[in-house]
């Protein structure tokens, strides 16, 4: 039974972290403007105009926009796209890429991977994946350097973001279309495998390939590669203005970002590898660079199409991606490369001429119909682009027109409740119900006068409460001034302490004080510790003082100076 394809079915919303994106800050790959857009709530891609869609674990491996030209090669060969490839599958590439250029000292080469490098499908028995359903793998018989990638990276298929598209002056350099329900389909170029031809040109690679791990105290391992390039912050499946044995260090124009820290360095080697803790990263074999500038023998077999002998056609055995087209056809129809291309002189194979899937490679071989069919699809590119902005206009067009529809449905239903409110504002708190005189029929209009109507009510009563207030201010408050404000004259009346009560106890004190200095004044004899022991008063006797005394009051409040009240007070005396 075949395994069942997820499709777009495994595609789920991104969960980038914060630490994420501060590792994307530091290694410089948002540093350009719009160059990262990260998704918001979408569960599936839906890519902006110019941009494609990446992961995380990508970018730290060495992907960056626009694609390495050899990269997109790759991709066209093996019919995949970015997210068709694990994280270790990228670093294979950039490291790959990076031993050509520093190392070698050479671009990077078709038929060197080939010999080194196959494709297989990732999955399970039940389970075929689409996001990272290819891996690139080192083939069994070949001496390779030891990657020590780690048997999985967890999570990375849910941080997923958008890239910026770029053009490096070639069209050929952009990202292919992203269709993430695309099923992956097992190509040949899979399995292909250097001709005998290929193996033989590429024989001084692989000895200088061996050289590089079995020299004693300087054996070079995949780590030190990728320490490397993580360290010049140049990344290698990014299409560059110089190659790698043209770096120039701190000036370099390709760096995306200044020197990490060691401890971040450090900390990224072993999180895109296996390493431990306990193992130490080693120091980097020497490279070519502009200070260790390539030997003549190199620069002279450099691939620079001004320096091609004439009529010069790499090998047919796939070095471009028209030649693979054109040798699978032979094959599939059963005609040999020597019926399906003319016989021509054929200038002897070079690894350093037979380079990299690239335009230069077309060029050299033109067909008939090359330049109308580049026409065409520019055409047709052109139109693409076209028909995407009118989608994306027309998507915006509805966007709004939702919109407006959702705000037109909130502006009814709040004219509904401004209307169901009327009746409540016809009716005071006090059930009272008020009447307009000339009611406007209209909600809104006749909510607005019963409000005004309420508002007066209201000053009406606060105008009333003030002159109250006022009145009674200066009875509690003899020696304070009136407060400006009704909030402040109000405050007044609203102590912790009952004003009342308070009033009384001053009134009973000065009432016994001048008491006693009444008494004091008639110069009696009066034992004052009686007087002052209020248990030993017997209330009776007490009474009937008060009461012999009462004919005299009005003498006495004289004497003392206080007028007296009209109305006797109904409370009773605190004591």
Known sequence: MAAADLGAAEWERSKITNQDLNLLKKLGISKKPKAVCFPSEESYPTPPMGYRVSFVDHLIRGLSAPIHPFLRGL?????????????????HISIFITLCEAFLGVQPNWALWKRIFFCRRNGSANVAYNIGGVVISIRSSVNYFDVKLPD????????????????????????????????????????????????????????RIHELQNTRGKELSGIQITAYFLKTRVQPLQARKNPFWKYAGDEDTDRLSTNLEVKDLDRLIRKISSLKKKDSIPSTYRVYSAANALPKNLENLRVDKKRLPPRHTPSSSAVSPRNKRKRNDAEDSGTSNAEAVPSRQKAAYDPYLATLISSDDEEEVPTADVTARTKKLAEVHERA??????????????????????????????????????EDLRKHRTSQEFELEDPDDDSLLDAVSFLEFHGTEAR???????????????????????????????????????????????????????????????????DWTKVGDTEQIEQTRWRSLVKAAKLNTKKILAYLGIKPSSTPSSSKPEV
């Open 152 to 207: 999985s990276v967890q999570g990375w298929r849910k941080k997923w973001l958008y890239i910026r598209e770029e053009n490096h002056g070639c069209a050929e350099d952009n990202i292919p279309p992203f269709d993430g329900a695309e099923k992956i389909l097992r190509h040949r170029s899979w399995d292909a495998e250097a001709t005998e031809e290929e193996r033989t040109s590429t024989e001084a690679l692989m000895t």
């Open 460 to 526: 009406e009563g606060m105008d009333e409460a003030r002159a109250g207030l006022s009145k009674l201010f200066p009875y509690f408050f003899p020696k304070k001034e009136e407060p400006a404000t009704f909030l402040g004259l109000a405050k007044c009346f609203n102590p912790p302490e009952d004003l009342g009560l308070k009033m009384r106890h001053e009134n009973m004190k000065v009432a016994v004080e001048s008491t006693v200095a009444l008494v004091a004044d008639s110069q009696q004899t009066i």
């Open 75 to 91: 991709l066209f060969v093996y019919g995949l796209q970015l997210h068709h490839l694990t994280p270790n599958s990228i670093l």
């Open 385 to 422: 682009n076209t028909l995407a902005q009118r989608l994306e206009q027309s998507e915006e067009a509805r966007k709004k027109a939702e919109s407006d529809a959702v705000e037109a449905r909130q502006e009814a239903d709040k004219a509904k409740a401004d209307a169901a409110g009327v």
